[in-house]
């Protein structure tokens, strides 16, 4: 998982099995962030709406959450946020630069703290190139 900021360079990263929900490792990517702040919003996909999350966020972090609704739900928000929603791509154009590194691709770890040490590695490098 993964969260980026308005020009999608990385601001926290974190590897985690394929199991659980993304929405139960939202907390902890929060707290793997490299800088001290933490973002006024994020936004995220239809996989993040929830209102557990939403108020969860906005208590501990305040931090406003901005996904799609659902389709079999009631909409909770009249729609000024997701205009917002448009700027996604930057996340997943952070998600293809971390996939021009072959180690990231393919991986060739067994251990999951050396995975992770090359990923920090990869976004160490995307942030040196966009300074």
């Known amino acids: 998982m993964a969260i980026a900021d ?7 990263v974190r ?11 939202v907390d ?16 995220g996909d239809k996989a993040y709406d929830s209102n557990q999350l939403d ?10 959450m901005i996904a799609p609704n659902h389709v079999n739900r009631r909409k909770t928000e009249d729609g000024r946020f997701l205009r917002r929603y448009k700027r996604r791509w930057k ?3 952070l ?6 590194f072959r180690r990231l691709v393919v ?13 920090h590695l990869g976004c160490i490098v995307i942030l040196l190139r966009h300074l």
């Open 6 to 12: 308005r020009s999608g360079l990385p601001i926290a």
């Open 107 to 119: 991986r060739y770890e067994y251990h999951d703290a050396n995975f992770l040490g090359f990923l």
């Open 15 to 25: 590897i985690e099995s394929a199991s659980p929900h993304e929405v139960k490792l």
């Open 95 to 100: 998600f293809a630069w971390l996939q021009n």
């Open 55 to 64: 108020d969860h966020l906005v208590l501990k972090y305040a931090i406003v």
């Open 28 to 43: 902890q990517t929060i707290d793997a962030r490299f800088i001290e702040a933490t973002p006024d919003k994020l936004i």
């Open 91 to 93: 996340i997943e154009r």
